[in-house]
């Protein structure tokens, strides 16, 4: 399951129970415009509010983490560097350090 479907069960769940966003936020302690991001799919990683909401709404996070997909890497990857710019270089010494590996692997 995909954090986008797990968002889509959350918000019916929250429904089915009655529940508004606020009513939700404020019993566990997250804002509802997170909770309302969390039900669009708009979340890049199964945090520790999105497990607080499924615990409370008795949700299974049944998520595979494994593999992140390529558009979500390279936006978050964007976002880092839009919000920190310094970080680029960083970025890009980590990338030439494991393309070097995976070279070396391939010899």
């Not at 919000?83 to 890009?92: H, K, M, N, V």
């Amino acid at each position: 399951m995909n954090l986008n479907l797990l968002g889509r069960r959350i918000m019916k769940a929250r429904k089915d129970r009655g529940f508004t966003l606020k009513q939700v936020g404020e019993q566990i302690g997250v804002h509802y415009t997170q909770i309302s991001r969390i039900e669009r799919g708009d979340t890049a990683r199964l945090s520790k509010n999105v497990q607080k909401i499924c615990k409370f709404l008795s949700v299974t996070v049944d998520v595979d983490l494994s593999v992140e997909p390529v558009a979500s890497l390279s936006l978050r990857v964007e976002r880092l560097v839009g919000e920190w710019p310094e970080c680029e270089q960083l970025i890009r010494s980590i990338l030439d350090g494991m393309e070097e590996a995976l070279r070396s692997r391939n010899a």
